[in-house]
């Protein structure tokens, strides 16, 4: 059974710091990695995807990696903004049947 | 290109009565996710539909809980006899196949209050 796993759970930096969140996930057998963010009280917003053949993908200041091999997934957040602060989940898509397995999250939080 | 549409926003219902949740997806998408999000838990996989058909509904409880995707108008998620425990918000996603990606996107959620 596929378990998603994120640290930190939160995370409170200033503004300007480039910063790392991650991901893990049990079974490496996965069809792609989305990442998304989610304001308070909204809905969830794609920020990455990253299919099982790719390394990483990159928007912005935005840098996802992928390592499937051993289970890992990061998110780089480059030169961050009180406007970045939000939780972030990542999501993993087993494949048979396209249901997204979501991490816990890490709420971010960027002090200006 | 308007983004997935959910309504309504925010819906209250007693205890016993019926909820009905609506999703339109994305233009041109023909797949429609629903997951929901319990207070202070992370996002679940509810169901996954096609067109007039149900693909994967491992995640639906086995009582109360039914969605269609008719060939025509939106998904619909409906809950009948809600309680307390069914309050939560309701997200439904859309995806589109294309040749090597199965990009979900997301609507704002309808936040279900059972009183």
């Known amino acids: 059974k596929q378990e998603v796993t994120q640290i930190p759970a939160a995370l409170s930096v200033p503004e300007g710091e480039n910063l790392v969140l991650n991901c893990s996930f049990t079974?490496?057998?996965?069809?792609?990695l989305q990442w998304f963010r989610q304001d308070p009280g909204k809905g969830l917003t794609s920020l990455l995807l990253?299919?099982?053949?790719?390394r990483e993908q990159t928007s912005g200041r935005l840098n996802a990696s992928l390592d499937k091999s051993s289970g890992r997934s990061t998110l780089y957040i480059a030169a961050s903004q009180p406007g970045d602060s939000a939780t972030y989940l990542c999501?993993?898509?087993?494949?048979?049947?396209?249901?997204?397995?979501f991490g816990t999250g890490t709420l971010l939080a960027v002090q200006p | 290109n308007a983004g997935v549409m959910q309504n309504p926003r925010h819906l209250v219902r007693r205890r016993g009565q019926e909820a009905r949740l609506r999703c339109s997806p994305m233009?041109?998408?023909?797949?429609v996710y629903w997951y929901r999000q319990l207070p202070e838990e992370g996002l679940k996989f509810m169901v996954y539909?096609?067109?007039?058909?149900?693909?994967?509904e491992s995640g639906m409880p086995k009582e109360r809980f039914s969605a269609e995707f008719p060939k025509e108008g939106p998904s619909i998620l409906r809950i009948q006899q809600v309680v307390r425990g069914d309050s939560a918000a309701y997200f439904c996603?859309?995806?589109?196949?294309?040749?090597?990606?199965?990009?979900?996107?997301f609507g704002p959620g309808t936040r279900l209050t059972v009183t």
């Open positions: 233009k041109g998408h023909s797949h």
């Open positions: 539909l096609q067109k007039e058909n149900i693909i994967d």
């Open positions: 079974d490496s057998a996965i069809y792609n």
């Open positions: 996603a859309s995806s589109r196949r294309t040749s090597s990606s199965y990009e979900q996107y």
């Open positions: 999501a993993v898509n087993g494949g048979a049947t396209n249901k997204l397995i």
């Open positions: 990253i299919q099982s053949s790719q």
